[in-house]
């Protein structure tokens, strides 16, 4: 399947290449288990394969520029024989996701454009539809082909559900809305994704959004918002990666007032974004009662967001998740490499605005994620975990930490020598330890911690990390003795 794949970087409407359906009849295959089960199975697999782990790729990959191969899945497990090609045929969710690249150098086979998307439609019946249209530019939206892109798709409206949309450069979004406003009554998630090497780009000031009366789900990368109108429909906002022009505290003050019943809000900046302290104090009228999950990036708790920690702004907040910035980075965008003071202060900061906010706040979930070896474990310690209120946090997530997470894992967990003698532990109500994605977990070390730590601690998940099995599979069984 994977070299059949990776004939072809276009999309799964202007690739010249249809996969041809072959009858395997070797005796490795035709004698596999898979073979027996019912077409409707078949099919859930497919299905399940697509959005754990396919659409999952695909998005990640067009947030970051990379080149895919559209929604070629379905023509390739149709491909494999018989009975997959009938599971694919008879499983329309399967072919509900629409991938379609603006940039594909094979936009001028429009008769290939017509046959394969009228197929992939046929195929979808009447199922909710999933679009993803990558790098929409000016140049395309001059073209015959994307005249019968839109004569296709447009009395599909109905039945767009989600909607991903990435844009070349600034002015593509308004010119985009100019000839084929991206909204429909039924849309329920909007993913729009300004360059991430340009200046920002604006969604256009008109009233297009006031049709699209089921969205659940808006995310803008880059994307300034500059309407006055309330979305009381909306419960899930991400703003960014963005520069700071996005996140100031004026601007996210008049995001909260558009979309006063977010119940998850993401305001995330770009590592160089020049935001700098507002003396302004955030309204006492503000006040995001339903929100519940916050997830943010350092610079702003300490920037755009001050002030806004104190609990009647957040009166329903639960979870807080933190993006640490790589100052590597920043360094070689800024061109000051030798800095070293700079960057210790930059980190500094950070942590304190972190252990600022949560201080004021009673949470149950705290996510720390991308934390990396210049972050000292001790200063995590005390700027935060001392700091915050201990009896109220369960949940203690690291996520893609890049080094030395085991240092990390200790400053939770490891008791504190306190005066006289005794011992006493920060995190002492903990309930679940989290680790994701994180590297140099030493198993040993964390099997002490769980041993000798917090007896609230009942569970340690860890996912993609580096840790020995057999440790891991020894912390799991220590637990278990615990009830």
């Known amino acids: 399947m994977s070299a059949a794949m990776s004939e072809s970087g276009d999309s799964d409407v202007t690739d010249d290449e249809l996969f041809r359906f072959v009858d395997r009849r070797d005796s490795s295959f035709s004698s596999h288990r898979i073979r027996d089960y019912p077409l409707d199975i078949l099919g ?40 997959f090609r009938l599971a694919a045929e008879n499983t329309p969710e399967l072919w509900a996701f629409i991938y379609i690249d603006f940039d594909s150098q094979h936009r001028m086979n429009i008769n290939h454009l017509t046959d394969r998307l009228h197929r992939i439609l046929h195929l979808a019946g009447t199922s909710r539809l999933t679009l993803c249209f990558q790098d929409i530019n000016s140049d395309a939206l001059s073209t015959e082909w994307f005249t019968q892109l839109r004569r296709i798709l447009d009395p599909m409206r109905p039945q767009w559900f989600e909607l991903l949309a990435s844009f070349s450069q600034p002015g593509d979004l308004a010119a985009c809305w100019k000839l084929w406003p ?28 006031a049709q699209c009366q089921a969205l ?41 007032k ?18 700098t302290a507002h003396a302004e104090p955030f309204p006492d009228s503000l006040q995001m009662a339903r929100l519940k999950s916050l997830t943010v990036s350092p610079i702003l708790l300490r920037t755009s967001l001050v002030g806004l920690q104190h609990r009647r702004h957040l009166p329903a907040l639960m979870s807080v998740s933190v993006h640490f910035s790589n100052y590597e980075d920043v360094a070689s965008v800024d061109g000051d490499d030798d800095d070293e003071g700079s960057e210790k202060k930059r980190r500094s900061e950070d942590l304190q605005a972190v252990g600022d906010f949560l201080r004021e706040l009673p949470i149950e979930t705290l996510k720390l994620c991308g934390l990396d070896k ?32 085991t240092h990390y894992v200790g400053a939770a967990l490891r008791p504190v020598t306190l005066e006289g003698g005794g011992g006493n532990f920060y995190l002492a109500h903990l309930h679940s330890l989290h680790l994701i994605r994180c590297k140099q977990v030493d198993g040993v070390e964390v099997l002490s911690f769980v041993e000798y730590g917090p007896r609230s601690l009942r569970e340690v998940v860890v996912q993609e990390s580096d840790i020995e099995e057999e440790k891991y599979e020894d912390v799991k069984a220590l637990l278990s003795k615990r009830g």
Request: with cysteine.
């Open 182 to 209: 991206l909204a429909t009554p039924s849309l329920s998630t909007m993913r729009l994704l300004g360059s991430v090497e340009e200046r920002p780009t604006t969604v256009p000031s008109s009233r297009f959004l």
């Open 44 to 83: 859930r697999i497919f299905v399940f394969w697509r959005d754990a782990w396919w659409a999952r790729h695909l998005f990640s990959g067009v947030k970051q520029g990379h080149l895919h191969y559209g929604m070629r899945a379905p023509f390739v497990l149709s491909a494999v024989c018989r009975q």
């Open 374 to 405: 210049d972050y000292e474990p001790l200063a995590i310690r005390s700027h935060i975990f001392e700091t915050m209120n201990k009896t109220i946090l369960k949940h203690l997530y690291f996520k893609n930490c890049t080094e030395h997470t």
């Open 258 to 275: 558009s979309f006063p019943s977010i119940v998850k809000l993401r305001l995330l900046a770009f590592e160089n974004s020049g935001l």
């Open 216 to 256: 659940r789900k808006i995310e803008l990368r880059n994307i300034a918002w500059i309407h006055n109108a309330v979305f009381p429909t909306v419960e899930v906002l991400s703003i960014g990666p963005s520069t700071g022009s996005i996140l100031g505290q004026t601007s996210i003050i008049h995001l909260c």
